[in-house]
Each structure stands twice: as C-alpha cells, then as structure tokens.
C-alpha cells in the first residue's frame, strides 16, 4: 500500500528542520481512558487545541513501504503543560501496517484502511475533549484544568492512541504526530485535502469508475498517488 506514501514524505518533510522532540510508545505510560467522551465546560477548561479562531488540521495515512519502523509519539512545539493560550493544532497518525492485499481483494483492503481511520473515535482520554469534523479534517481538543495539574502530556495522550491502534490488529507500527506550531499546521492543511480526495477516489474505484481515464474527475488523482492507476485497472480487470 503506497497509495499516502508522498503526503507521509511531505508530512515529515514539514518537519525536518523543526525541532522535534521523539518519544518511545510505552503502554505504561498511556492516559487513562474513558469508556465515552466526555463533556468539559468552557468554566473546567485549561486550555483549547484548534479552537478560538485558530487552525486545525487532523488525517491518518496507511503505508507498508517501510515508513515507521517503530512505535512512537513526535512532538513538535509546545507540550500541553507549557501551553499558555488557545493555540493551532495538528494530530496526524501514520501507519505501517501489514500487506492489506490489495491486490488480491481491493474491497477487503479499503475497508480495513476504513476501519483504521475509525479507530480515533473511540480513543477518550480522561480530561482530554475531542470535537471532530470529518467535513473539514479539523480536530479541536478542550483540556480541562484537573488533567493539566495531574500531568496529561502529549506523549501520555499518544500513547492511549497507540495502544488502541495496536489492538486492531493489522497495525505494525505506529506514529503519531502532534503540532501546536501555527505555521506547520497551515502547511499541512493541503495534505488532509489530498487523503480526502485519495479516500474518495478509492471509493470511485470500487463503485465502478468510468473506463475512459480522460473523461473521469479523478485522473488527477490517480496522475499524482502512485499504485492509484493500478488499483483503478485491476479493478476494470476484475
């Protein structure tokens, strides 16, 4: 599956001459979690993440080229603790995962990429509020003030993803990557376009897309995201 492998280049590309602090995924060192999301009012809240104006941005990408060859949590700007003021946001999530076997089942592989891409609604983080709308690939996130006092960070945060991604079974590695610098997360806006735009074309794919390359509305897509073609004419071979 190499369908996202230039949007992870260009994603750590963003981020190449950033200071960056690496965190090892430690199950130990996860956030407690809910069983439901919880409700924080504005009153408990200690801090907003991509709220009050300012920009998120939120998209998972799949790869088995190799990309992350271990678990772990990148942090670029400030942690939660330091933040001092409604600041920007990112959280993206890239995963290495087993071969998916898209050439054998398309349908079975795109949905377990769906089914993926799910598991970040149901990962709630006590004291930690995620509003997400899947329309604009925006994730805020309100931050109560009790979590804050007891030491939520991002890399307890990204640790209670991980162990959740690594219970759904395919997963191999794991990154997850969180921003809070303005002008990364402005760079990255783009990206998130272009998974969506990945995401739907798969889609046409597997409903049957036209045949004729140069009337569809996806031949940018499929120009640009290498093994999209192959996808589309293994599936007109089916």
Known sequence: MKLYDNLIDSTMESLSDREVVRVAYDSV?????????????????GTDLGGSGNPSVNYTCVTTSGKVTEDEILICGTDIRKIEKDTAFARIVILETEDLGEDVDQEKAFQAIRNLEFVRYHVFPEGYM?????????????????????????AKVGASYIKKYKEAG???????????????VEALLPNANKVDLITKTLTHILDGMPTDCGHC??????????GMKELHLGKRRV
């Open 29 to 45: 060192r996860a956030w407690k979690c809910l069983e439901d999301s919880e409700f924080i009012m504005q009153r408990d809240a």
């Open 130 to 154: 995620v509003r997400v709308s899947s329309q604009s690939n925006q994730e805020q996130v309100r931050i109560s003030r009790d979590a804050i006092r007891r030491g939520i960070d991002f």
């Open 170 to 184: 395919l997963v191999r590695h794991v990154r997850i990557i969180f921003i809070t610098r303005k002008d990364i």
């Open 217 to 226: 509305s996806m031949k940018p897509v499929c120009d640009e995201v290498e």
